[in-house]
């Protein structure tokens, strides 16, 4: 992954990028729980970007890689 300076987010190489968006989590029970036991999350927003992926930290808009012809 390659962070420019217009807080756009490139992934690079072959494997895949995991973004995990908290902003509007509404419940969560992290803060309560012992080590090693199941938490809950409600309204949590994932994103897996692959190779040629844009995200835009600021916006947070994601943008797909077009498809590259054979």
Wanted: proline share 1%; hydrophobic share 40%; charged share 25%.
């Amino acid at each position: 992954m390659i962070i420019r300076n217009d807080d756009t987010l490139e992934i690079i190489g072959s494997g895949a990028v995991i973004l995990v968006d908290g902003q509007n989590i509404r419940h969560s029970n992290i803060a309560e729980i012992a080590d090693g036991s199941p938490i809950s999350v409600e309204n949590i927003k994932v994103h897996i970007l692959e190779r040629g992926n844009q995200y835009n930290l600021q916006t947070k808009k994601f943008e797909a890689k077009v498809n590259e012809m054979i």
